[in-house]
């Protein structure tokens, strides 16, 4: 049988001392150095976007972002929500990063991310439509027209590129839904284009 | 630039823990939102990177992670007004004060004849007529045409009292409204006449907001505590 500290523990997190320091003690320098080279990892997968003389000053702003106003972002923590300190760090710090990249009217790209559109969609709808080279744009349009729920599936499905699995993972719903989704969308679509013809 | 998303709807939404009425709004929100939905993509998708990767090989250059220390502590380090500044700063008032009675060619022994009470000096209330103690302190600032002077006074335990004139041209600056903001309490508002006074505010975090003709002018940020007062630098964006 465990002790019932580790129990606590587990329920209620562990935040290290660093952190409680920071809060605390008002002192973070400890905080910051050992997070320092995770922020650091955060802005560097920006790097199609982000320069690299601008790598240090958004780290700079990150920590900043993180500590102002008596580290109110990171007091805003709550342990017991389910995230780790590090992905409440993540979060922030790429809040931030966007927020800078849109401020210069840039968009923010990861350096995993595609900006290609997915054509299986246009394989599958192309039966229903004959003029084969205007059928992305037309498609395009009518995507706009649908309800809310189906074009939020196009958006990921068709413009992110993403697999249903992910959209899944990413809806917090479960692949079925996702599949059953996909096939009430695409036949919302069919019939749309069948009308427009 | 504001998000739409709160930080902590973000939070609970990534985790799993956004209730189902929420996650259904939020959804609702994403359709019709490109940046909240690309914002969250993102967020998604360094979340993945966060858990898959091994991110702990990446590591910053030490002269940039020295620079970037330095550089926080600069800007988060507030600045530190000890209690006993004050006994300087009124010290500095009071001779500022026997230099102008000079300027008039009056000797000061003459001026202020033996056994006579201290001199009242012009715009300054009772509670700074005090004995000089290591209870004052005085703050000036300058925001535009406007100086503003705070007197902080030690009125009882862990009580203080903020008494604070504002001028323009070297007058009562006029249509100015201060209100004060404590951190985990309320807030008072005064329209400013000659000086406002905020009576027993206890050791806390406050917000000073200067505004005329209903526009805020500028803001202070200071914690009171036992030590003195800490005014936090301006680091908003």
């Known amino acids: 049988m465990k002790p019932k500290k580790d129990l606590q523990k587990k329920h209620t997190g562990y935040l290290d001392q660093r952190f409680h320091n920071c809060i605390h003690e008002n002192d973070c320098e400890a905080f910051v150095l050992k997070y320092i080279d995770f922020v650091y990892y955060i802005v560097l997968k920006f790097r199609p976007s982000v320069e690299e003389y601008e790598v240090a000053e958004l780290v700079h702003d990150i920590f900043i972002e993180l500590l102002k106003n008596n580290r109110e972002k990171l007091r805003k923590y709550d342990v017991s929500k389910g995230l780790s300190l590090r992905s409440w760090i993540n979060m922030i710090a790429t809040r931030t990063v966007i927020n800078a990249l849109r401020k210069k009217k840039r968009s923010p790209i990861l350096d995993t991310q595609t900006t290609e559109p997915n054509n299986h969609l246009a394989d599958e709808l192309k039966s229903y439509y004959s003029e084969g080279n205007h059928l992305m744009a037309r498609i395009e349009t009518l995507i706009e027209t649908l309800p809310k729920r189906y074009r939020l599936f196009f958006d990921l499905f068709y413009y992110q590129n993403m697999e249903l699995a992910e959209i899944a993972d990413f809806l917090k719903i479960t692949r079925d839904n996702v599949y059953s989704m996909k096939y009430k969308a695409i036949k919302c679509l069919k019939k749309k284009l069948s009308k427009g013809e | ?237």
């Open chain 2, 1 to 237: 630039m504001s998000f739409c998303l709160d930080e902590t709807i973000i939070a609970d939404y990534l985790s799993g823990q956004l209730s189902f009425i929420r996650r259904y709004q939020l959804k609702r929100h994403l359709a019709s939102c490109k940046k909240c939905l690309d914002e969250l993509l993102i967020l998604h998708q360094m979340q993945k990177a966060q858990e898959n990767e091994n991110f702990k090989h990446t590591k910053m250059p030490s002269h940039s992670v020295n620079h970037i220390v330095y550089l926080i502590n600069q800007q988060l380090n507030p600045k530190y007004v000890p209690w006993k500044s004050s006994k300087s700063s009124l010290k500095k008032t009071f001779t500022g004060f026997i230099n102008r009675v000079k300027k008039f060619g009056c000797p000061v022994n003459h001026f202020i004849p033996a056994m006579q009470p201290i001199p009242v000096l012009r715009g300054f209330s009772k509670i700074m007529r005090t004995e000089m103690s290591e209870q004052h302190i005085d703050i000036q600032k300058k925001i535009d045409a406007l100086k503003v002077n705070i007197f902080f006074q030690r009125s009882k335990d862990a009580q203080v009292v903020m008494e604070i004139h504002v001028t323009q041209d070297k007058r009562p600056a006029q249509n100015v409204r201060l209100t004060c903001i404590r951190k985990n309490d309320g807030l008072d508002s005064r329209l400013l006449k000659d000086k406002v006074i905020f009576y027993d505010c206890p050791f806390d975090q406050y917000t000073m907001i200067i505004s005329q003709h209903d526009t805020e002018r500028g803001r202070f940020v200071f914690d009171i505590n036992a030590d003195g007062i800490y005014e936090q630098e301006n680091i908003e964006d």
